[in-house]
């Protein structure tokens, strides 16, 4: 990355969905401090320093076991709590009335951070485009900017959603699309700066969202990874954006912006997952979303004549997340459950417990479309033993050999 600032810090860190590794790497604004089963965003290494080597994380102070936890972002000074709202229901599934009331009963609770992206609703329509940021900047307006973590994302290569763009036949991820997606960002979150901007998915073609496997003849050229840094180092500079990162990566996404951060001397990603978050390596943090896999881990699919399940988003929007509703992954739910009576358990307590309890998470994504579901969700990270006996994650470990991907029938 050419870059007359090499000092400059990077942060780095990984997101995990069921069917891929989530990438983020930040570079930070220097006119601002930082504001005080497996799913599927944020680590943090601050100027050059050594990482620390004593443990994954590192708490501001002592905190009580009742309370949501706080875990230090890499080597910086920014603690995160160990949820994070995320948002993509506002605008479609949620009123605005709705929105507000979780993003207060979700911040009343300790939650610090929250989620969004340029294209949110989901599912993505032209029609309601935009208006999650909207409910998010109408929420803002009353709350202390500074106390809030907001992340959101610049959509990544698509020639389907040419709507967010004034004039575009083709969304790329280059520095004109990239200033426009801020610039209208900002104005729909009614802010100043985005404490976290990450590139949604990749400029080059990759295997997304349910799509297991490279297919070679989908190549295309993209934009070089230095150029795009250089687009958003510019936003930095500017103010406008304080951290920088790439969701929805690959391995070689990942090393390609590894290798244009080692250009200017920066920290390296290296081998798998646990290698990469630990301390004595690149110490990143990882931010679990969709840990309940869409809503399928809280068992409601199971019985496809419940109410539960006639008004989950599976069946009101036929197609979306299809790979958390196929036949094995209804298979290991089931399984899953019986563990979860077996110890006393909810099948939601046991998957938010399970993705709290990793070392490497820093924070678990979480998003409801009630009331009821917000507070178990969270209370389900309060009131579960830290961390699940042994005896528990043996039953989990014992299933997760049988089925290591039931996303992928």
């Known amino acids: 990355m050419a870059s007359s600032s090499s000092t400059l810090p990077v942060t780095i860190s990984l997101t995990e969905s069921s069917n891929y590794t989530r990438i983020s790497s930040w570079r930070d604004c220097p006119s601002r401090l930082a504001p005080s089963p497996p799913g599927g965003r944020n680590v943090h290494l601050l ?4 990482a620390k080597k004593n443990s994954f994380v590192v708490f501001s102070k002592k905190q009580p076991e009742n309370a949501l936890q706080y875990k230090k972002l890499g080597d910086s000074d920014l603690f995160i709590s160990e949820i994070t709202l995320g948002t993509m229901t506002f605008g479609e599934q949620n009123t605005e009335k709705e929105a507000h009331e979780q993003l207060n009963y979700s911040f009343e609770r300790g ?4 989620d969004t992206a340029e294209m949110y609703p989901v599912p993505v329509k032209k029609e309601t485009q935009g208006r999650t940021d909207l409910y998010i900047g109408s929420w803002l307006k009353s709350q202390a900017r500074d106390k809030v973590i907001l992340a959101t994302k610049v959509s990544g290569y698509s020639e389907r959603a040419t709507y967010l763009r004034d004039n575009a036949k083709v969304l790329r991820v280059d520095a004109t699309n990239i200033r426009e997606s801020v610039e209208k960002s900002l104005k729909r979150l009614n802010t100043d700066y985005i404490d976290l901007l990450q590139i949604h998915w990749p400029d080059r073609y990759v295997p997304l969202f349910g799509e297991y496997a490279y297919d070679p003849s989908k190549w295309r050229s993209s934009v070089p990874v230095a ?3 250089r687009a958003f180092q ?3 500079d500017q103010g406008k954006v304080r951290y920088i990162g790439v969701s929805n990566e690959t391995s070689y996404g990942v090393m390609e912006f590894v290798h244009a951060a080692k250009v200017d001397g920066l920290p390296k990603i290296v081998m798998d997952l646990v290698e990469v978050c630990h301390p004595n390596n690149c110490n990143v943090g990882l931010l ?6 869409g809503g399928a881990l809280s068992g409601k699919y199971l019985d496809t004549d419940s109410d539960g399940a006639k008004s989950g988003r599976f069946n009101l929007f036929p197609g979306y997340m299809e790979r958390y509703n196929k036949s094995m992954s209804k298979e290991v739910t089931a399984k899953y459950v019986e563990v979860a009576k077996k110890h006393g358990l909810t099948l939601v307590e046991l998957a938010l417990a399970f993705a709290r309890d990793r070392p490497f998470v820093t924070s678990s994504i979480i998003g409801a479309t009630t009331m009821d579901q917000l507070k178990e969700d969270i209370d389900a990270f309060l009131k579960t033993e830290r961390p699940l006996p042994p005896e528990v994650m043996s039953d989990i470990e014992n299933i997760f050999k049988m089925y290591k991907d039931p996303a992928i029938d």
């Open 111 to 114: 939650i610090n951070a929250l």
């Open 227 to 229: 150029e795009q840094l």
């Open 288 to 293: 679990a979303y969709s840990p309940l896999a």
């Open 47 to 50: 100027r050059k320093r050594k």
């Open 234 to 236: 510019e936003l930095i």
